[in-house]
Nanobody, 119 residues
Framework: QVHLVESGGGLVQAGGSLRLSCAAS????????MGWYRQAPGKERELVAT???????NIPDSVKGRFSISRDNAKNTVYLQMNNLKPEDTAVYYC?????????????WGQGTQVTVSS
């Protein structure tokens, strides 16, 4: 089965930048979208950014203008560039793949990587 390997999390001061990477173990047939979600303690998991198979992105207002998502289809990899980080961005960030198998959707999740932004 497909598994996702995340990297790039860590500690950063407010205003700094991080770049997260998520590499899939194999070509994802039936790929619908790939991207990132995050979850802070006591909070629900929320969308950060996704890019679909046609290249369209979905980025919520909470991070729009600071975060961007890109992909390298040849490497089965998606990136999250995070600029001007704020303490409220502190969370565990999870890579996500939404895949269609026989027309049915499946979600595959990475292990999560901690992003901590200090004041």
């Amino acid at each position: 089965q497909v598994h996702l390997v995340e990297s790039g999390g860590g500690l950063v001061q407010a205003g700094g930048s991080l770049r997260l990477s998520c590499a899939a173990s194999e070509t994802i047939f039936g790929l619908n979208a790939m991207g990132w979600y995050r979850q802070a303690p006591g909070k629900e998991r929320e969308l950060v950014a996704t890019v679909n198979s046609l290249g369209a992105t979905n980025i919520p207002d909470s991070v729009k203008g600071r975060f961007s998502i890109s992909r390298d289809n040849a490497k089965n990899t998606v990136y999250l560039q995070m600029n001007n980080l704020k303490p409220e961005d502190t969370a565990v960030y999870y890579c996500n793949v939404n895949q269609l198998k026989s027309g049915r959707p499946y979600d595959v999740w990475g292990q999560g990587t901690q992003v901590t932004v200090s004041s």
